[in-house]
């Protein structure tokens, strides 16, 4: 081991860590989208990214879930669930507004 060196690079363990990674990401893209212009298109992609960690976090064991595991599966599935679809219906139900 090196000087400085803070030991073996660490990876997701498990289907849930990479899972976990894919919706950070999918946050990370949804919210530059939203800071660019195309806010529908930001919320729409960040909810999408909740809506499959609610799908993987219902499939997956408890074991295999990563960091997808909070709490217990249903209340973790239902609070995903209801954040995926409250930003995806807030993005279509918003009216456009007129240009000032």
């Known amino acids: 081991m090196r000087v400085g060196d803070d030991g073996p690079l660490r990876r997701p363990q498990t289907l849930g860590g990479l899972v976990y990674l894919g919706v950070l990401a999918s946050a990370a893209v949804g919210l530059a ?11 729409t992609v960040v909810g999408v990214g909740l809506l499959v960690a609610a799908l993987t976090r219902l499939v997956l064991t408890d074991r295999s879930a ?4 909070v709490r217990r599966r249903w ?7 209801v954040a995926g679809v409250g930003l995806i219906v807030l993005s279509v ?8």
């Open 33 to 43: 989208l939203v800071l660019v212009g195309p806010w529908r298109a930001g919320l």
């Open 66 to 69: 990563g960091m997808l595991r």
């Open 75 to 81: 209340s973790d599935v239902l609070m995903l669930t």
């Open 93 to 100: 139900v918003v009216p456009n507004q007129p240009a000032a």
